[in-house]
């Protein structure tokens, strides 16, 4: 497949991965998945381990009763794990306002990256022993410190790589939002990091502030609230009618705000539905 401009990117394909020279990326079996995926967010992590390779054997392993759908490592090389119609086990506890267990509502990516270390300059050791050079090195503030500490860098490649899998991800599933494992597990997870530049990575997915909303269908009847929440009145008595269009233009949690457009594509109303049941339009 091609954009605009000619340059090859890449796709979904039965639920797998194609890389931008139209073969599926390596597919390596992970057993720890469970039911059917219809996912609305995408969760970004990182492997907290000494290299792609052994997080992907860990993953792999029963025993570690963890998964994730892709594993990135820091060449840019991208391994499918599960595929991703299928639950992955890489959320764990975790909630996002009323939405509890993320990995039922998620696709996961691990990012090979050692995380948050410890030392000084000159040697910063991970957890696993592995001493790191200061070039590999970020001194930074997670969002839920008080102040600095030391995180390994992710490369420049494998953002990129990332960036190109969410692209495909996030078009063909229509997805609302990317989030780190922090987001969702405060009380126990660091990843991805103050290292990896969500803010910029969730931009260019999801569009930046000053362009408009992307446009959505209703999936099903959907119910238009004046609140974010089941417990606020309805706009209106009758529900909207599966496909019909809105713009996003705001998020809490799994609710949506959103501007309904009517048949000639004028604005109608506004409300609040429920974002596991809008889908990207066209």
């Not at 390779?53 to 090389?77: F, Q, W």
């Amino acid at each position: 497949m091609i954009d605009l401009w000619g340059k090859a990117i890449m796709k979904i394909k039965n639920h797998r991965l194609v890389g931008k020279d139209g073969q599926a990326v390596p597919y390596e079996r992970s057993p720890n998945q469970s039911g059917k995926l219809d996912p609305t967010y995408l969760i970004m992590h990182f492997t907290a381990g000494s290299s792609a390779r052994s997080s992907i054997e860990h993953l792999k392993n029963p025993s570690a009763k963890a998964s994730a759908h892709l594993v990135i490592g820091r060449d840019g090389s991208i391994v499918q794990l599960v595929p991703f119609d299928r639950v992955a086990w890489h959320a764990g506890r975790s909630r996002l306002h009323e939405l509890r267990g993320l990995n039922r509502h998620s696709i996961g990516i691990e990012l090979d990256n050692a995380g948050e270390l410890s030392g000084e300059p000159g040697r910063w050791t991970a957890w696993f022993g592995t001493v790191y050079p200061d070039d590999q090195v970020a001194i930074a503030t997670h969002q839920y410190d008080a102040g600095p500490s030391a995180w390994q860098e992710y490369t420049e490649v494998q953002i990129a790589a990332a960036l190109e899998a969410a692209t495909a991800i996030v078009a063909h599933y229509g997805l609302i939002d990317v989030l780190g494992h922090d987001d969702i597990a405060p009380d126990r997870k660091r990843d991805p990091g103050p290292a990896f530049p969500l803010a910029q990575f969730k931009s260019r997915l999801l569009g930046r502030a000053d362009e408009p909303e992307p446009l959505f269908v209703c999936a099903a009847n959907l119910n238009i609230r004046s609140g974010p929440g089941v417990d606020f009145e309805k706009v209106r008595p009758e529900a909207l009618a599966k496909g019909t269009k809105v713009r996003l233009e705001g998020r809490e949690g799994v609710w949506c705000y959103v501007e309904v457009l009517d048949a000639t594509g004028a604005p109608d109303l506004t409300g609040w539905v429920h974002g596991n049941y809008l889908a990207r339009s066209g």
